[in-house]
């Protein structure tokens, strides 16, 4: 199982910037997807989850700026950001909870990290 990750870089304040992350190989399903996010000198945290069954969560800090959206069929998630901030830059790792088979338990997968830089 992979998970590929694509569409960081360097944005102004305010501005935009779109990620993607896609799941391939041996799936039989996949729970939650989400994107975490580490800046230099500090944790992993979470940003967004989007949960198998429809809901999403948002760390207090993107509330009203982020949306992410999961494509089951595509086994992508996506990760808007509007209203960008200087704080918001870090790497961004995209997770997915995926079953290989029915008979095997779910694992954690995590994406290679993308750079999203925002200038102020």
């Known amino acids: 199982v992979q998970l590929q990750a694509s569409g960081g870089g360097l944005a102004q304040a305010g501005g935009s910037l779109r990620l993607s992350c896609r799941a391939s190989g041996n799936i039989f399903r996949i729970g939650d997807m989400g994107w975490f996010r580490q800046a230099p000198g500090k944790q992993r945290e979470l940003v967004a989850i989007a949960r198998s069954g429809g809901s999403t969560d948002y760390a207090d800090s993107v509330k009203g700026r982020f949306t992410i959206s999961r494509d089951n069929a595509k086994k992508t998630v996506n990760l808007q950001m509007n209203s960008l901030k200087a704080e918001d830059t870090a790497v961004y790792y995209c997770?997915?909870?995926?079953?290989?088979?029915?008979?095997?338990?779910?694992?954690?997968?995590w994406g290679q990290g993308t750079q999203v830089t925002v200038s102020s």
């Open positions: 997770k997915a909870d995926v079953q290989r088979t029915i008979s095997y338990k779910i694992d954690d997968y």
